[in-house]
């Protein structure tokens, strides 16, 4: 059952949208998506199975819904451990150790959180049935963007050399965040994530240290 035709979806509450968007990640997460029906997310939520149609329109939407939701709480994330990390760098020498302190941050805030291990699991339990939720949830560039805004500013300040911030956001995250992202859930993966981060801030200081 849809949204009847020509009928918009409402805005809502913003608590039973809430309500609404956890009910169904749990639901997603414990059932499968095929298995979850709007009966039962709206039973979780304590609404009406009208209101979680009216608001999200069909169980295609309500999942998009749920990694959009999702992702937003991790560029949250990443925006604050920005604030916290990098806003105040007042030179060279203390560089290295914000971004340090910035990735690390990350990894706490962000990559071990509850939200980003539920859109992993979403990712690739629902990629078979859901395949756009992968490609939805990838192509969030909020975080790296706001990375690059930073580079940007070193750059200005003669902190960095980055003539492309954007290129050398995506070169911090792959030095720093991506291998610790990539040895999650794999058995037996031991991983120093303090020396993988600091390892990754000098390599990228190497090549990114004004002439």
């Not at 203390?94 to 941050?105: D, R, T």
């Not at 690739?124 to 560039?141: F, G, I, K, Q």
């Not at 991506?178 to 859930?185: A, I, R, V």
């Amino acid at each position: 059952m849809a949204a009847p035709a020509g009928k918009s979806i409402r805005e809502g509450s913003a608590q039973k949208r809430s309500a609404i968007l956890l009910a169904a990640r749990a639901l997603f997460l414990s059932d499968g998506f095929d298995r979850t029906s709007m009966d039962l997310v709206a039973a979780e939520a304590g609404v009406s199975k009208r209101t979680v149609y009216d608001y999200y329109g069909d169980k295609r939407t309500l999942l998009a819904a749920v990694v959009d939701h999702t992702v937003e709480a991790l560029s949250t994330a990443v925006q604050r451990a920005i604030d916290e990390n990098l806003v105040v760098v007042p030179n060279a020498a203390q560089l290295e150790h914000a971004l340090v302190s910035f990735a690390e941050s990350i990894t706490v805030s962000a990559i071990g959180s509850s939200d980003y291990a539920a859109l992993m699991r979403l990712l690739y339990t629902e990629a078979t049935n859901l395949p756009e939720t992968r490609s939805m949830a990838w192509n969030a560039e909020e975080p790296e963007d706001a990375v690059a805004t930073r580079f940007a500013a070193f750059d200005r300040d003669g902190l960095l050399h980055a003539p492309d911030p954007r290129l050398a956001a995506d070169h911090f995250v792959a030095l720093t965040i991506s291998p610790l992202t990539s040895s999650l859930g794999v058995v037996g993966a031991e991983v120093d994530e303090h020396r993988v981060i600091v390892e990754g801030v000098r390599a990228f200081l190497r090549a990114y240290r004004p002439f």
